[in-house]
């Protein structure tokens, strides 16, 4: 599955389980061949993907912050750098 979401243009960890319905359908029809890697994935590897997705998130939304607050503290230096003292 880790393969799939990589290939799939505008694939996300939500469209997982939509694309294992279709595969399975696709398995049973006879349509594709049955690979144990996707027959017998574990649990915890779905759930890895969308912690590793959190994860990325997260460390976005970190990078995003310091970014505003280095853009608020040198906006407010050129502000103060242009009060007239006098």
Same mark, same amino acid.
């Given at each position: 599955m880790d393969k799939?979401?990589d290939?799939v *243009?505008?694939?996300?960890? =939500? =469209?997982? @389980?939509? !694309? /294992?319905?279709i *595969?399975?359908? *696709? +398995?049973a =029809?006879g349509? #594709?061949?049955? %690979?144990p890697? !996707?027959i017998?994935?574990?649990?915890w590897? @779905?759930?890895? /993907?969308k /912690?590793?997705?959190?994860m990325s998130l997260c460390? &976005? !939304? +970190? %990078?995003? &912050? &310091?970014f #505003? +607050?280095a853009?608020t503290?040198? #906006?407010?230096?050129?502000? *103060?750098s242009? +009060? =007239?003292?006098?």
């Amino acid at each position: 599955m880790d393969k799939i979401l990589d290939t799939v *243009l505008c694939a996300t960890v =939500d =469209d997982e @389980s939509r !694309f /294992r319905q279709i *595969l399975q359908k *696709l +398995i049973a =029809d006879g349509t #594709v061949e049955e %690979y144990p890697c !996707f027959i017998n994935e574990k649990k915890w590897k @779905s759930a890895a /993907r969308k /912690r590793k997705v959190k994860m990325s998130l997260c460390k &976005w !939304f +970190i %990078y995003l &912050w &310091w970014f #505003v +607050i280095a853009v608020t503290a040198f #906006v407010t230096s050129v502000k *103060l750098s242009y +009060i =007239d003292p006098g």
